[in-house]
């Protein structure tokens, strides 16, 4: 049985930043030993389009980090997300003839068969994670742990997070060129849900939303698991292009007016007195006279396409009421002023961002910044988990997710 190392690194490979994060496990809790933080070259939407221009940022990011924490690394942790990124959710049933339900025979061999079929109907794929969940004793009766039941059936949901090998294998490869080991995979934006989870928000299903750079990607945990995943392939870098292109401005000016003067705007809140964008947010050559109505409007079309598209994928995944659920917001693009209220029309109007949410250790997140989240999000993982993920790597958690059954050991 291998066993979980004390120390851990990960490593969030964005288009903008590049995140690392090394860390040790002491007393049960998790202690920062480095971190870097530099800017990103030769990726775009998260896949490798520079080899050469990725592994020299990667390698000084990693460079940073190790010289701060006075070690050398071997395994790392590497945030996977991509645009073809995508959930495979399925559930497979087996009979037992009115005998007791075991575990290795049973619901692990069932567990291997679930595996089998993705990989059998997904061949040009890797599974990134795998989650076990919804247990029914004879087709109707729902138990958290089959293992003892008599039945004649039972049968479990598996889903599937999967993405493409070509985009992995790229990714491994600029880790290996840094003379590193891949210890695992994660989708982002689940590790940034694990990054203020508590076993209390355990309790409330909830959905996270990434609005990042080039993409918005979501995670919806349910029962203390990771039921569905997404990624939209529009994110807070679109609106300025959408900007720069309507409004005929070159794309660092447009940058400049969503952050200084962008707002998402209620319809019945636009007003009517015409008002233009100040000055100083053009260069002396180049003043236009935009109004902020105008701005607004452009702002709000992308941003409601985006909510739009997230939308049809959580209603295409289930019927679950979206206006009942927790939401948290994350990523460059959730400080838009007037988003989270938008959010609350469209979604929920229990949402936040994540940085307003009181965290467990509110010291270690302060000290880490917003940066880092993912980045802590992949080692809380690794270190405690959900008790839901099957993983190939075999160490029992100790972690204060954990339960005690064998089929959740890692």
């Not at 860390?23 to 920062?32: C, F």
């Not at 389009?49 to 924490?69: G, M, P, S, Y």
């Not at 979501?218 to 870098?237: K, M, Q």
């Not at 693009?333 to 009181?358: A, D, M």
Request: aromatic share 8%; glycine share 4%.
């Amino acid at each position: 049985m291998n066993q979980k190392k004390e120390l851990i690194a990960s490593i969030d490979i964005g288009s903008s930043k590049i995140k690392c994060l090394i860390t040790k496990l002491k007393n049960n809790k998790i202690e920062i030993l480095g971190k870097s933080i530099v800017a990103s070259k030769g990726i775009d939407k998260g896949l490798v389009t520079n080899f050469h221009d990725a592994n020299l940022a990667v390698r000084e990011c990693l460079e940073i980090a190790e010289k701060q924490a006075n070690i050398s690394l071997e395994n790392i942790i590497v945030n996977a997300e991509f645009e073809n990124i995508f959930s495979n959710l399925l559930t497979e049933y087996k009979s037992v003839q009115g005998d007791q339900v075991e575990n290795e025979k049973d619901i692990q061999g069932l567990i291997h068969i679930a595996v089998d079929e993705i990989i059998k109907n997904n061949k040009d794929k890797g599974i990134l994670h795998i989650f076990t969940s919804n247990y029914k004793i004879d087709k109707k009766i729902n138990v958290e742990n089959p293992v003892g039941f008599k039945a004649n059936t039972f049968s479990v949901d598996v889903h599937a997070v999967l993405a493409d090998h070509t985009a992995i294998n790229n990714l491994k490869n600029i880790i290996n060129s840094c003379e590193l080991s891949v210890e695992n995979y994660v989708f982002g934006t689940y590790a940034l849900a694990l990054s203020f989870v508590t076993l209390e928000d355990l309790n409330e299903d909830f959905i996270c939303i990434d609005f990042g750079k080039d993409k918005t990607s979501f995670a919806i945990l349910e029962n203390s698991t990771l039921t569905y995943i997404g990624v939209i392939p529009y994110g807070s870098n679109q609106i300025s292009k959408d900007l720069a292109k309507v409004l005929d401005i070159k794309m660092d000016v447009a940058e400049r007016i969503k952050v200084e003067s962008g707002e998402c705007v209620l319809n019945d809140n636009i007003k009517d007195k015409i008002e233009y964008l100040p000055v100083h947010l053009f260069p002396d050559d180049d003043f236009r006279k935009i109004s902020k109505t105008l701005v607004n409007t452009i702002i709000n079309s992308r941003i409601e396409e985006i909510l739009q598209l997230i939308y049809k994928k959580i209603k295409s995944y289930s019927l679950i009421d979206i206006k009942s659920k927790k939401i948290y917001i994350s990523g460059r693009g959730s400080n838009l002023v007037g988003l989270i209220n938008l959010i609350k029309k469209y979604f929920s109007p229990r949402t936040e961002l994540i940085l307003q949410k009181k965290h467990e250790d509110q010291n270690l997140v302060n000290n880490l910044s917003q940066d880092f989240l993912v980045c802590y999000g992949m080692v809380k993982n690794y270190f405690y988990g959900l008790p839901s993920e099957a993983l190939p790597i075999k160490f029992k958690n100790t972690g204060f997710f954990s339960r005690i059954l064998s089929i959740f050991q890692k």
